[in-house]
């Protein structure tokens, strides 16, 4: 694994050589994101039965606009994009808002060091019951709110890598992101405190 990894080759060199007709070179790309497309469509997609459909979609989508690939950010990111774009444009097709309400109202003031007790709560639940809650918690977020959580603690990408993928700003990225957490934490303290 670790020579492998050592002789990748660079996101041009694959490019260039999908474009030169190697097919197995885009066999590389897909082996190479197909985990971070997988994690959009399963946190975007709530139906099984499209998830197939969609992740298929958006790999002829990249082969086909390869070309246009510019180079101007990681072909992941690029890649994660076009996943992105294809998910919301079958939320659509289906009717359902990525965000729930799709205008949410910014709150005041919103401030991550508005929560002391925050890291005591995480302190206390931690460990198997807590992260098998956590997850099923994440799976009831809006989608976007689910997806954003995805991107930035389980693939940790940067804000900046984010933007590039939902096409928002980073401070609607932060301010979604402080809003996810914060319906995990209303939900996960309600569930507690029935439990206690």
């Known amino acids: 694994m670790d020579q ?27 082996r190479d994101t197909e985990g971070l497309v997988a994690q959009i469509v399963f946190k975007m997609i709530p139906d099984r039965e499209e998830r197939r459909d969609i992740a298929q979609d958006i790999y002829l989508k990249v082969f086909q606009k390869l070309d246009s690939f510019r180079f101007q950010s990681k072909l ?37 060091h508005e929560y002391p007790d925050e890291q005591d709560l995480e302190e206390t639940l931690m460990g198997a019951e807590f992260t098998s809650l956590l997850a099923s918690e994440i799976e009831k ?45 209303e939900r996960i303290q309600m569930i507690y405190n029935k439990g206690i």
């Not at 492998?4 to 066999?27: C, I, M, Q």
């Not at 709110?145 to 980073?170: D, F």
């Open 141 to 185: 977020l809006p989608a976007l709110y689910k997806l954003l959580i995805t991107l930035y603690h389980h693939q940790e990408l940067s804000y900046s890598e984010i933007g590039q993928i939902v096409a928002l700003p980073e401070g609607t990225i932060k301010s979604y992101l402080f809003r996810a957490r914060k319906m995990l934490r």
């Open 76 to 112: 992941s990111t690029w890649i994660a994009r076009i996943a992105y774009n294809t998910c919301i444009n079958q939320l659509e097709k289906n009717k359902i808002s990525a965000i729930g309400n799709p205008y949410p109202l910014p709150t005041d003031h919103e401030d991550e």
């Open 4 to 30: 492998k990894e050592h002789h990748k080759p660079t996101d041009r060199v694959l490019v260039d050589r999908v474009l030169s007709g190697n097919t197995r070179a885009f066999g590389t790309i897909i």
